[in-house]
């Protein structure tokens, strides 16, 4: 069965430092992985994807992915949080058999403090 | 260029009601998606449609839940008998081909 987990409900960041929000991932076949961000009453927003090639995945608003087959991991990356970072971010994995349907992890609250 | 839309972006109703809930894709996109999130949690697949016919139900949660997709663009998802259980964000996304699915806003449903 396909599944997606994040195991942080909310992380805590300082404007300016590394952010890191973790999610793993269980999936027969090959993984399509993507991270969506959610900000308050807006629909969600597709960050970043990887489907296959290299493992870290560059996206939208200086976020990067890091895919890592071993542990099943495609934790999401920034090397300087901002402020406007702030919101919900949903990690999801395709379905290897059925395209059409996408799993999604819990939601981890990303709080960065000026 | 225009995205996903949904109407209402709120809706209030009684336990027992009908509702209807409308989502407009982005055009030309030949995917539908609904999804359902509720508090705390991440959104869960509830049906999917290709073109016109609805190529994936399996998320529906009962027969009281229903959607269509008559001409192959806008989607109505029409919930018969609503129970406080129902209370929810309904999301609507769209996509074409292999693309990430794009999501709308959102229609905050209330069963009082």
């Known amino acids: 069965a396909q599944s997606v987990a994040q195991p942080e409900d909310q992380v805590n960041v300082a404007e300016g430092n590394p952010l890191t929000v973790k999610c793993t991932y269980s999936?027969?076949?090959?993984?399509?992985l993507f991270w969506y961000v959610q900000y308050p009453n807006r629909g969600l927003q597709f960050l970043l994807k990887?489907?296959?090639?290299?493992?870290l995945v560059k996206g939208s608003y200086g976020f990067e992915a890091e895919f890592n087959k071993s542990q099943t991991s495609f934790h999401l990356k920034k090397p300087s949080a901002l402020v406007s970072d702030s919101a919900l971010y949903f990690c999801?994995?395709?379905?290897?058999?059925?395209?059409?349907?996408?799993?999604f992890g819990s939601g981890t609250k990303l709080n960065v403090k000026p | 260029g225009a995205g996903v839309s949904q109407t209402p972006s709120n809706k209030v109703t009684e336990k027992g009601k009908y509702v209807e809930l409308r989502c407009d894709p982005i055009s030309g996109h030949t995917a539908l998606y609904w999804y359902r999130q509720s508090l705390g949690q991440g959104p869960e697949f509830l049906i999917y449609f290709q073109g016109t016919g609805a190529a994936d139900d399996s998320g529906l949660p009962n027969d009281r839940f229903f959607a269509v997709r008559p001409e192959g663009s806008v989607s109505t998802l029409k919930i018969q008998r609503t129970e406080r259980g129902d209370s929810a964000v309904y999301l609507c996304?769209?996509?074409?081909?292999?693309?990430?699915?794009?999501f709308g806003p959102g229609t905050r449903l209330t069963v009082l």
């Open positions: 990887y489907i296959t090639g290299d493992n």
């Open positions: 999801a994995v395709r379905d290897g058999h059925n395209f059409n349907k996408f799993y």
């Open positions: 996304a769209s996509s074409l081909m292999e693309q990430p699915i794009s």
């Open positions: 999936v027969s076949g090959n993984p399509y």
